[in-house]
Each structure stands twice: as C-alpha cells, then as structure tokens.
Nanobody, 126 residues
C-alpha cells in the first residue's frame, strides 16, 4: 500500500502562517520528487511548489515566491510546505503528490505525478 497523507491545514488570518505536512507510507519518499498543488472552488488545480528527492532543487509558482518554502525531512519520510504572509487568495484544498523522477519543466502539471494525498483545506480569512 502506497500512501501520502497531508495534514496541517486550517483557518488562519491574512498575514498569518501555516505549515503543511505530507507524510509517506509504503515507499521511501526520498526516491521521489514531491509537488504541492492546490485547488480552489471553481478553479483548476495548480502547481504550487516542487522539491527534488535530495532537496537540492526547488520550484515555486510566481504567486507564492518569497512567501512559501518547501522542504523535506527524509529521515521522517515527510515533506513540508511552510506558508507565510498568507492571503485570502491562497484559500484552497492543498494536495501533495509524488513522482519517481525529478522536478522537470512540467513540475506544475498534475499529469506527471504518480501518487496523491487526500488533500487538506487551507482557509485564509478574517
């Protein structure tokens, strides 16, 4: 059984911070590049960030650069998304996903990922 489980979502005020976690079971996470995606009501699922298997290379959507940081602790088989300076437009269901290769030029396309978590809701509101 291969599984990814997101956690850490919730309600936060604008300007606040939240850290999402993506925990893997059934496989060794450090062999995979991990992407974070989000989907707001009525909108397409969009790529937020990606981190390579060793954590050396990262990618970010323009909308979150300077505010979000992706990291991984392979000893804990977990990837994190630290979200700072949150805005109402960041409200969405956030998903983590894994692919066997790396964060290539198509890192933001959901079609390139093999495993998906169930998602965690992030709501940014006063």
């Amino acid at each position: 059984q291969l599984q990814l489980v997101e956690s850490g979502g919730g309600l936060v005020q604008p300007g606040g911070s939240l850290r999402l976690s993506c925990a893997a079971s059934g496989f060794t996470l450090d062999a995979y590049a991990i992407g974070w995606f989000r989907q707001a009501p009525g909108k397409e699922r969009e790529g937020v960030s990606c981190i390579s298997g060793r954590g050396v290379n990262t990618n970010y959507a323009d909308s979150v650069k300077g505010r979000f940081t992706i990291s991984r602790d392979n000893a804990k088989n977990t990837v994190y998304l630290q979200m700072n300076s949150l805005k109402p437009e960041d409200t969405a269901v956030y998903y983590c996903a894994a692919q066997r290769l790396f964060c290539g030029s198509t890192w933001g396309s959901a079609n390139w990922y093999d495993y998906w978590g169930q998602g965690t809701q992030v709501t940014v509101s006063s």
